[in-house]
């Protein structure tokens, strides 16, 4: 695989020191070219995995050099380049300079769209951790996307499904941790758990915190762009009754207990690309509910609460002393960033999928989580554990897509594939997980 990664934020980094550790010796992983508007991170990204134990990274010393691999001594080869995401054809012209077949979007979403159509142009397979929405400016809520969204997530990836299938390409959006290994959980559940698999639930939380005073501390944990998106977009969840529910933002609280030493967590329903992959693939294993929730601590409610009173997550350019800004391009750039925070904080992250079905004629529960320790992802990968275990997520993904164990034709989310090959690596690669069988709630179904 001749892999492009777009975007080397926190995450990106993070998928490179992984896939770095899982094949030193570029048995699959032939080359990577790590690219980001700015070339200084780009740059950066690079040194830390010269750096970074576990493999002897070689850096190509000129093209004819990295092109003969014959010279070469089997490693991996990682090359930097500064891009501008908006612009595709910068794009297709660097995929197509350095050969690239796999393009690993890791950027911020509002330009997905121009790395998924320059993969395409350039005759590239491509991977996302997530798609770019567009919500109308006054929602109207209720039932159908229609009334509160102009472009729904996925919907401008799977609209070209039958252009990438003609063209024998692929393309797995929704890969990282959730959407991502939550949506093999899901999978893994309706072909092995279940008979019938009812319900899935996705639970984002954990028990991760910052010692000490927090009164005035704000911390997104990850892409704030991301977060501004999906907390404060109108959120959706799915039924087989009444389609897609579309509501205004932190609405469905509800309290759930994660396993020990997790505890209660209050979660709050956000935008995620679950409620609408999972009916697509997991409908023929009897599903009829899908939802996403997410823990957000009160400091960053309130926060985004105000952030979004003032209009300080418009992508409206607005003028300032006769300098035009857009208020969210403000936002970013002001707020800690993930790459720069966690090492301090305590407890972890626990992301699963809570499903409801029936086996061998019962109503069966169960929870499947993934946990995560903030202490050990600092130790280990260099960075917290909400990046960290995206990136560990994503890169199981790029290994079975690299070694062929993934393989179709189309654009598709995880739970189009097989389940098992992911879960296995899992297991090899030392991304624990855990199913815990719940006490059995409410009536049956038929």
């Not at 997991?282 to 009160?298: M, N």
């Not at 300080?312 to 720069?340: N, W």
């Not at 029936?358 to 929870?367: S, V």
Request: proline residues 4%.
């Amino acid at each position: 695989m001749r892999m492009m990664l777009v975007g080397a934020g926190a995450v990106g980094e993070c998928i490179l020191k992984v896939l770095k550790k899982r094949d030193p010796k570029g048995e699959w992983l032939e080359y990577v070219l790590i690219t980001d508007y700015s070339r200084e991170r780009a740059e950066e990204v690079l040194e830390h995995l010269r750096a970074w134990p576990g493999s002897e990274s070689k850096m190509a010393e000129n093209r004819a050099m990295f092109m003969d691999r014959r010279s070469q001594k089997k490693c991996t080869i990682y090359e930097e380049a500064c891009v501008d995401a908006h612009k595709k054809s910068e794009l297709v012209c660097l995929m197509k300079e350095h050969a690239i077949d796999f393009v690993m979007d890791a950027a911020s979403p509002f330009v997905s769209n121009y790395i998924f159509d320059a993969a395409y142009e350039a005759g590239a397979n491509y991977g996302s951790m997530g798609t770019w929405s567009v919500p109308k400016e006054h929602p109207e809520f209720g039932i159908g996307f229609e009334g509160s969204y102009l472009e729904p997530m996925t919907k401008y990836n799977f609209d070209r499904h039958e252009q990438w299938k003609k063209k024998g390409l692929t393309a797995c959006i929704c890969l990282g941790i959730d959407p991502g290994v939550v949506n093999v959980f899901a999978k893994y559940a309706a072909e092995y758990l279940f008979d019938e698999l009812w319900e899935v639930h996705v639970k984002d939380g954990g028990n991760l915190e910052e010692p000490g005073n927090r009164k005035d501390v704000i911390e997104f944990g990850f892409n704030v762009w991301t977060v501004l998106d999906e907390v404060m977009n109108p959120n959706a969840e799915w039924s087989l009754e009444n389609g897609f529910l579309i509501e205004d933002a932190f609405a469905g609280e509800e309290e759930f207990r994660m396993p020990e030493p997790y505890g209660i967590n209050r979660l709050v329903k956000v935008e995620h690309e679950e409620v609408v992959t999972m009916p697509r693939y997991l409908s023929q294993y009897g599903l009829k509910k899908a939802s996403f929730k997410i823990a957000l601590d009160d400091n960053l409610l309130n926060a985004l609460k105000v952030i979004n009173a003032l209009g300080l997550r418009s992508t409206k350019p607005i003028e300032v002393d006769g300098v035009k800004v857009i208020p969210r391009d403000v936002v970013a750039a002001c707020a800690p960033q993930p790459k720069d925070i966690g090492a301090e904080m305590t407890g972890g992250m626990c992301v699963g999928v809570h499903c409801i079905g029936k086996k061998d004629g019962k109503r069966k529960e169960c929870f499947i989580y993934q946990p995560f320790d903030n202490e050990e992802s600092v130790k280990t990968w260099g960075m917290q554990a909400v990046v960290a275990q995206t990136g560990f997520g994503a890169a199981l993904g790029i290994e079975l897509l690299g070694k062929g164990i993934w393989k179709g034709a189309g654009v598709f989310s995880p739970e189009y594939f097989p389940s098992k090959p992911y879960m296995d690596l899992m297991k090899e690669a030392g991304l624990w997980y855990d199913i815990e069988e719940r006490q059995v709630t409410g009536c049956g179904q038929d």
